[in-house]
């Protein structure tokens, strides 16, 4: 019982100050306003729990929500631009920081690479009947 307690203690959905900096890191907000010491303290008590920073949590989801628009249906609709914007980028340089940070490759390298594995996977898994 002891352990189970000090377990649920440490853990991060439990905790609510972490909790609200995940939801803002989410939502690509900033975390509630705190003095210093809080902020500190919080930030150590976040990395703790969750495993990186908060700042590194809200590029993680911002550039998840590129990545599904990349991958996703209405990639060719909506530019580049836009579903940046949409994002939470503020410019392409920093959409592209975020695709050679998480990806090691830049936007258009994946896109080219995105098109070769397609290309592939089509010509090998495609036979008409004759």
Not at 103 to 106: A, E, F, N, S, V
Not at 114 to 120: D, F, M
């Given at each position: 019982a002891w352990l189970e307690e000090q377990r649920r203690a440490g853990d991060w959905r439990i905790d609510p100050a972490v909790r609200a900096q995940v939801a803002a890191a989410e939502d690509d907000l900033e975390g509630p306003s705190l003095n210093s010491a809080e902020r500190r303290a919080l930030q150590r008590r976040f990395r703790d729990r969750v495993g990186v920073a908060p700042?590194?949590?809200r590029s993680?989801?911002?550039f998840r929500r590129i990545f599904?628009?990349?991958m996703g249906q209405d990639a060719?609709?909506?530019s580049w631009l836009e579903a940046g914007l949409a994002a939470g980028y503020f410019d392409q340089p920093q959409m592209a920081r975020d695709f050679r940070r998480f990806?090691?490759?830049?936007a258009t390298a994946w896109a080219r690479e995105?098109?070769?594995?397609?290309?592939?996977l089509a010509s090998h898994s495609y036979k008409p009947a004759p």
């Open positions: 700042r590194t949590l993680v989801f911002r599904d628009h990349a060719d609709a909506t990806l090691g490759c830049t995105q098109v070769e594995l397609a290309r592939r």
